[in-house]
């Protein structure tokens, strides 16, 4: 996880290294659990707000038209 938040500045894959940290962490530790339920439910909320859903709906129906 260390590796990830010192990536998060610098280039590189940071958010994905610090979920998999987490992800590791959270099979043994109940706080790293809670964190990584709660990274995922944000990470979903945003998904959704984004409206990536939609614009790729639209893409696809565009492509199939033409």
């Known amino acids: 996880m260390l590796i990830g938040f ?5 280039p ?4 994905p ?3 998999a940290g987490l992800a590791i962490l959270a099979t043994e ?6 964190a990584l339920r ?3 439910g944000t990470a979903a909320k945003v ?4 409206g990536l ?3 790729l709906r ?9």
């Open 38 to 40: 709660n990274a995922k």
């Open 29 to 34: 530790f109940i706080w790293a659990r809670r």
């Open 58 to 66: 639209r893409r696809r129906e565009a492509a199939t038209t033409k």
């Open 53 to 55: 859903k939609e614009w």
């Open 17 to 19: 290294i610090v979920a």
């Open 12 to 15: 590189g894959p940071g958010l």
């Open 47 to 50: 998904r959704r707000k984004s």
């Open 6 to 10: 010192v990536m998060v500045l610098l």
